[in-house]
Each structure stands twice: as structure tokens, then as C-alpha cells.
């Protein structure tokens, strides 16, 4: 009889808590891509994305054995690939807490604010991923937490060590940025419409 996907999950995490290098690649291979996309949400970077990863799985590996097997693994290994994106932030957080984003509105403000609703249901996956890259490190990742991942401020601004009041901020800078955005790209995509 042929295992189910999550029997063999099972076997495979059981495999990681014994450390066999076996099973701990074939974890890491099942869900790389997985936690590849979400690290992706978190910086502009591919590259800063897989060191995201690797680092999210180096604590898979040494926390394995508290995972509680009557929860969704993906649930699990998404949190923790979060919480290391914000690690990561928070290390090179010299520069991007203190970026300031006003230099850039100006060149928004010369575009036309026309507005069409039914463009954003013709945006893609792609599309959508390109804007919130166009973000400064820390709008993004206050955007991503609130928006995506339904955190409120108090545990955002916990998370990322700043006051409450900031992760309001730089939650409406990053809707505004997006709006701004969005009419950029309406408006250069839809021009000889």
C-alpha cells in the first residue's frame, strides 16, 4: 500500500529528528521553494531570499523535535521563515529604518492620477511582486506582516523592535507608495489604449 504525502512528511521529519542528513535534504527540497516564495515577499533579493531560507532551515533542523505533528508543517516552517526575514532586517536595519522615502514621491507626483479599478484585476502575480519590491526594506516587510500574514501593530512593532506608532506609519507610507505605483504603472501600460 502506497504512503500517503503526509505519512511520508512524517517519516521525513521523524528522519530529521534522528539528523539524518538524508531526511533533512529531502525536507529541505520539498518545501525550498515554498519558503523561497516567502522569503521573497520580505526582500528585493534572490539571493538575500536563499540565505533567508538556508538560515530558516538551519532552525527547522535544530527546533524539529518540538514540532507539534498534529499541525501543518507548512504553517509551521512559514513562521519561522518570517521570523528570520525579520532577523535579517533587523540586522541591517541601519540603513533601512532610517530610509527616507519622501525624495521619491516627487517623481509620482508629476504622473497623471487617473484611476481605472478594473486594472488591478489585470495585474499579475508578477506584476504585484515587482511593486511591493519597489518598497524600502522596512515599508515592505510592515506591509507584508499587516496585509499578508495578519499581524496587528502591536506584535509588528514587537517583531521588529520599533513603536507602534512607526509600524502605523510605515504601513500607510507603504499603501501610498503602492497607489503611487500603480498609477505609474497604469498609466506607462495603458497609454495607447
Same mark, same amino acid.
Given at each position: 500500500?502506497?504512503?500517503?504525502?503526509?505519512?511520508?512528511?512524517?517519516?521525513?521529519?521523524?528522519?530529521?529528528?534522528?539528523?539524518?542528513?538524508?531526511? &533533512?535534504?529531502?525536507?529541505? !527540497? !520539498?518545501?525550498?521553494?515554498?519558503?523561497?516564495?516567502?522569503?521573497?515577499?520580505?526582500?528585493?533579493?534572490?539571493?538575500?531570499?536563499?540565505?533567508?531560507?538556508?538560515?530558516?532551515?538551519?532552525?527547522?533542523?535544530?527546533?524539529?523535535? &518540538?514540532?507539534?505533528?498534529?499541525?501543518?508543517?507548512?504553517?509551521?516552517?512559514?513562521?519561522?521563515?518570517?521570523?528570520?526575514?525579520?532577523?535579517?532586517?533587523?540586522?541591517?536595519?541601519?540603513?533601512?529604518?532610517?530610509?527616507?522615502?519622501?525624495?521619491?514621491?516627487?517623481?509620482?507626483?508629476?504622473?497623471?492620477?487617473?484611476?481605472?479599478?478594473?486594472?488591478?484585476?489585470?495585474?499579475?502575480?508578477?506584476?504585484?511582486?515587482?511593486?511591493?519590491?519597489?518598497?524600502?526594506?522596512?515599508?515592505?516587510?510592515?506591509?507584508?506582516?499587516?496585509?499578508?500574514?495578519?499581524?496587528?501593530?502591536?506584535?509588528?512593532?514587537?517583531?521588529?523592535?520599533?513603536?507602534?506608532?512607526?509600524?502605523?506609519?510605515?504601513?500607510?507610507?507603504?499603501?501610498?507608495?503602492?497607489?503611487?505605483?500603480?498609477?505609474?504603472?497604469?498609466?506607462?501600460?495603458?497609454?495607447?489604449?
Amino acid at each position: 500500500m502506497a504512503s500517503t504525502d503526509g505519512d511520508n512528511l512524517e517519516i521525513i521529519i521523524h528522519g530529521c529528528i534522528r539528523k539524518s542528513e538524508k531526511y &533533512r535534504e529531502m525536507l529541505y !527540497k !520539498k518545501f525550498f521553494g515554498y519558503a523561497l516564495s516567502v522569503a521573497m515577499l520580505y526582500t528585493n533579493h534572490r539571493n538575500d531570499a536563499i540565505e533567508i531560507v538556508d538560515d530558516s532551515f538551519i532552525k527547522v533542523f535544530s527546533e524539529i523535535e &518540538r514540532f507539534d505533528m498534529s499541525q501543518p508543517f507548512k504553517g509551521w516552517l512559514r513562521k519561522i521563515v518570517i521570523n528570520s526575514s525579520i532577523d535579517r532586517l533587523r540586522r541591517n536595519n541601519r540603513v533601512s529604518l532610517l530610509l527616507d522615502t519622501d525624495t521619491l514621491s516627487a517623481q509620482f507626483q508629476s504622473q497623471s492620477q487617473s484611476q481605472s479599478p478594473e486594472v488591478i484585476s489585470h495585474l499579475t502575480a508578477k506584476e504585484i511582486i515587482t511593486m511591493l519590491n519597489c518598497l524600502p526594506g522596512i515599508h515592505k516587510t510592515v506591509f507584508c506582516l499587516y496585509e499578508i500574514e495578519g499581524y496587528n501593530h502591536e506584535e509588528i512593532a514587537r517583531q521588529l523592535s520599533i513603536p507602534i506608532s512607526s509600524s502605523r506609519v510605515y504601513l500607510a507610507r507603504a499603501k501610498q507608495r503602492l497607489r503611487e505605483l500603480y498609477q505609474v504603472y497604469f498609466n506607462s501600460n495603458h497609454k495607447y489604449e
